[in-house]
């Protein structure tokens, strides 16, 4: 069964990026070996990003100017993007742009991801917006050792104990990674 898998970097204290959005302390830490990102990758089919975090990846990494390296990172995998508005899409790159809520969009999710995985990458306000909807399996977080003033919070919901239970924590390279799977509300009979 396809699994909607939210899987981000955060500093100690909760934070996705600084108070001006840089993301900049993550790469000062020893990152993990690059395996482990490749053996994740293996179950992905689907990417699913909000326009900050893929905005961020364009400028960051360079992909307008160099188009190769969205399919070195990500290969032949479709990005569905949620925006409202129009942004740039790296030549070759199988980016969608999409807009409205989770719920409406996540049958072309499950579509395209057929029998794998689909990696929610950020922001923590979209995958807010997926919990909301009932549609988060999965938080998979790798704590950096920093600690921020201000910044992006990795998931701003209130989400009880009950719905999230611990399914491994380890140590990679500085960060501690940990699993959680969340369990999905059930609706009440009519």
Known sequence: MTKTIYRAASSLNGFLADGEGSMDWLFAVDQPEPY???HFLDGITVLVQGSKTYEWMLEAEGVLERP?????????????VFTNRDLPRPEGADVRFVCGEPGAV????????????IWLMGGGDLAGQFFDANLLDEVQVAIAPVTLDAGAPLLPRFIQSDRLSLRSAEQLAQFAHLTYEVTRWQPHPA
Do not use: I, T
């Open 106 to 117: 996540y049958p072309q999710l499950l579509e395209a991801a057929g029998d794998k995985d």
């Open 36 to 38: 482990h990102q490749g």
């Open 68 to 80: 190769g390296r969205w399919r070195e990172f990500y290969g032949n995998r479709p990005a569905f």
